[in-house]
């Protein structure tokens, strides 16, 4: 809900729960007064600085509890990445959604207008097709949903909207038409798959215009036993953080003479 905008609302929840339920700090206290006390629980799928500070700021002692590996997807999910040009991208996705068969795919863009571009062009193309994405009134976000959990539509082309907070089961597929800025939405995407106990794909489509994010998804895909695509691996931008400054062998002692 944060990610999505609603920070100032999440936040006037909280300013609003009374505080006279809060458990005291001081145990004896806690065991004079033999009160019912007030916990409070935050989920998120990761650990962004803006979740870190609400948990600082509104929990008492706050303590981290996380299932799985942090920065980790689930084993549940196989994870592929393929490097390609921007031209390249249409026929590629064509070939994932013929073999699809009856099962269900997001198919993840980064932008509205690209979302309802894809989806017009795939429903010419005779896909079962929906949108979803922030330029939608509620009503219609719901006609959508709906009618892809039904599989009146077993495509959803989508922006982050549905990359977060939105429960759709049983999607086979998940497909990153465009790579998403940053490792931690990555991780929300594909997590649209492989839920409840069952296996799913998440399939990634990498430009070189994705840089700025080799080094993360690298990391990830390493950390979760995927392949990583061979472009992937030796590019220079995979092998040092965005920001950090690679550490230089030293300089040959060299002798200057003057005269």
Do not use: C
């Amino acid at each position: 809900m944060i990610d999505m905008g609603f920070e100032p609302q999440v936040m006037g929840v909280l300013d609003a729960m009374p505080s006279s339920n809060l458990k005291p700090e001081n145990e004896d206290e806690e065991l004079d007064e033999k009160r019912i006390y007030r916990t409070t629980y935050m989920f998120s799928a990761t650990m962004p600085p803006a979740v870190e500070r609400l948990a600082r700021k509104y929990l008492r002692n706050p303590v981290v509890v996380t299932i799985g590996t942090a920065g980790k997807a689930t084993d549940l999910i196989s994870q592929h990445v393929i490097m390609m040009k921007e031209s390249e991208k249409s026929y590629k996705l064509h070939r994932l959604l013929d073999e699809l068969n009856d099962k269900t795919a997001i198919v993840f863009v980064n932008t509205k207008k690209n979302a309802d571009f894809l989806a017009k062009n795939l429903d010419k193309e005779g896909y079962r097709v929906t949108t979803l994405h922030g330029g939608k009134s509620q009503e219609q976000r719901e006609i959508s949903l709906e009618g892809f959990r039904t599989k009146r539509y077993n495509v959803l082309v989508a922006t982050d909207v549905a990359g977060r907070g939105i429960d759709i089961p049983d999607v086979a597929h998940v497909i990153n038409y465009d790579m998403p800025g940053n490792i931690e939405m990555y991780t929300h995407r594909i997590g649209r798959t492989g839920r409840a106990g069952k296996t799913g794909v998440a399939t990634t489509f990498l430009t070189l215009q994705d840089s700025d994010v080799f080094y993360d998804l690298k990391q990830m895909l390493i950390q979760s036993n995927s392949p990583v695509p061979p472009e992937l691996a030796r590019h220079e931008a995979s092998k040092f953080k965005p920001g950090s400054i690679p550490d230089r062998p030293p300089r040959r002692n060299d002798t200057v003479f003057a005269h």
